[in-house]
């Protein structure tokens, strides 16, 4: 390198070339005196179109590869040097350097003889920004490099002009009566703008700042002072009623009651007021025991449990021909119940026990009769008759219900002998010990099954 001697008298590059079917490893060096193969490691140029009255490249000439040099600020310039490089095992001839531009500046040049527009001049020769221009002076310097790098008058900056602000946008729904678009205030101007209908209040101060320099600047607002006020909708609807300045849910409603007050946005404007929160009660909804509380459906009568109203219970009562047996059970409706499909709160069934009507015509050998002492009366066997009543009660898929004497179905039927004479009883006596006996192992069936049967028994036949 000029002046710095060279930093780099060798560059060995590791780079295997196929020649006559053998590798050999070459060396390069600055006098490029390898032989037979194509000049390696070319060095790099000093790029082409750099500002030579500000950096000083004369370090880096033909820099070789892989080697690296310094770039230096030239007199007047001042600043931080930086570091370029050749990339290493470079193959390209002519390639330019990589390098990063320091940062070079000097403040030492005259002002210009005519100072541009927001800059004046005072008695001592210094300059300042002119009147309605806010900042400070700066000068940049520079050189000129179609005069031989001579320093040139300086660029001033710093000086900015002070400008008004303006509304740049239009409100989509306008709250401030003075907001319209393109209204500029001057700066330092300080206004308000009173609240537009349906807004009450004292409105917003607006301000533009004395010192603002940025073009289109919006007015800075300050605090909020529109009210929206909520007056009550009209026609009020049903469902509330207002004490003493606190809205409520009316008679016949329950809930929280709720004045809503909304302003909507474009492309509406307009406020909203709301009252919510109450609904109308309602009955419960009708109950329905589910199949695994109820498997029968002729058990329960659910006749009370329909349209129950809030606050109301209802019996839980048992179909014919059962009857309650227990406690009465009642389910009933919540008190503030708004919600048609609510159950029916309940906590236990009644308790149903089977009670069979009589039958409409009594099979012969039944008979009834009072008890002592009561109004009550009971089943027994007829005259002539012997046995035990047994009343099985049938239950049909319609939910009707019949009462039979005996078993249902194969029972036994005596013959009862009637307006016979003693004689004629005693004639037929003999004839039975002779011709037929008592079936004794029916005689045993129909009085385990309960049924009456005549005192003279022939056979076994027949149902009820």
């Not at 221009?133 to 001579?150: E, F, I, S």
């Not at 009210?227 to 849910?249: A, F, Q, R």
């Not at 329909?306 to 009933?332: K, M, S, T, W, Y």
């Not at 037929?436 to 009085?447: E, F, P």
């Amino acid at each position: 390198m000029p002046g710095r001697g060279w930093l780099l008298l060798e560059v060995v590059a590791s780079l295997l070339v196929a020649s006559d079917s053998f590798n050999r490893q070459l060396q390069c060096s600055r006098d490029w005196n390898a032989s037979n193969v194509v000049p390696l490691c070319l060095p790099c140029v000093v790029p082409e179109g750099i500002d030579t009255c500000m950096y000083d490249f004369s370090g880096c000439g033909f820099l070789p590869s892989g080697s690296i040099c310094e770039i230096h600020c030239k007199a007047p310039y001042l600043g931080n040097s930086t570091i370029a490089r050749c990339a290493s095992n470079n193959l390209q001839e002519g390639l330019p350097l990589e390098w990063t531009a320091p940062w070079c500046s000097f403040s030492d040049c005259p002002y210009p003889t005519e100072l541009p527009q927001g800059y004046v001049r005072d008695a001592q020769g210094d300059v300042h920004c002119a009147d309605g221009y806010k900042g400070r002076p700066v000068r940049r310097c520079n050189t000129d490099p179609q005069d031989d790098c001579a320093i040139r008058p300086a660029d001033l900056v710093g000086c900015d002009l002070i400008v008004g602000c303006r509304f740049t946008e239009e409100q989509d729904c306008q709250r401030l009566a003075s907001w319209q678009e393109g209204l500029e205030m001057a700066p330092g101007e300080v206004c308000r703008a009173p609240c537009v209908e349906p807004f009450v209040g004292r409105g917003h101060e607006l301000r533009c700042p004395a010192d603002n320099t940025q073009p289109d600047r919006e007015p800075d607002i300050g605090e909020v002072q529109c009210d929206l006020p909520c007056p009550p909708p009209d026609p009020l609807p049903y469902g509330y009623v207002n004490t003493s300045d606190i809205w409520e849910c009316a008679p016949g409603y329950a809930g929280t009651a709720e004045l809503i007050c909304v302003f909507d946005g474009a492309p509406f404007c307009q406020r909203r007021v709301e009252l919510q929160g109450c609904y109308p009660l309602m009955p419960c909804a009708d109950l329905e025991l589910p199949q695994d509380l109820a498997p029968d459906p002729c058990i329960y009568n659910l006749t009370e449990c329909r349209g129950v109203l809030p606050g109301e219970r209802c019996q839980l009562n048992c179909l014919p021909p059962f009857i309650d047996g227990g406690i009465p059970r009642f389910a009933r409706c919540p008190g503030l119940n708004v919600n048609p499909f609510q159950e029916l709160l309940f906590d236990e069934l009644p308790r149903c026990i089977m009670a069979c009507p009589d039958p409409p015509t009594l099979p012969e050998g039944y008979g009834r009769e009072d008890l002592f002492g009561s109004s009550e009366s009971q089943w027994r066997c007829d005259d002539g008759w012997v046995g035990q009543v047994n009343r099985t009660c049938l239950h049909f898929s319609n939910c009707s219900f019949q009462a039979t004497m005996g078993r249902a179905g194969l029972t036994s039927k005596s013959v009862r002998r009637r307006n016979r004479s003693e004689g004629l009883a005693a004639m037929l006596r003999p004839k039975l010990q002779e011709e037929q006996s008592i079936d004794s192992s029916c005689a045993q069936s129909t009085a385990q099954q309960g049924t009456c049967h005549s005192a003279l028994q022939a056979r076994c036949e027949g149902t009820f």
